[in-house]
């Protein structure tokens, strides 16, 4: 996903004192993400429109 641009990383310093990545999503990442839900919900809403009739 970071090579993709939708996720953006740098290292930090956890609450706990350790070193650790922190991911923050991109506005690609928010546009692939939105576009992923759509695809998501088409689906869902297909197979519950199967399933009513079944």
């Known amino acids: 996903m970071e090579q993709d641009g939708w ?3 740098a290292w930090g310093t956890s609450e706990l004192g350790r070193r650790a990545r922190f991911y923050e999503i ?3 990442g928010q546009r692939q993400l939105d576009s992923e839900k759509e695809h998501w ?3 869902t809403n297909a197979v519950n429109h199967v399933l009513q009739w079944a």
């Open 41 to 43: 919900l088409a689906i």
């Open 7 to 9: 996720i953006s990383a």
């Open 26 to 28: 991109t506005d690609a």
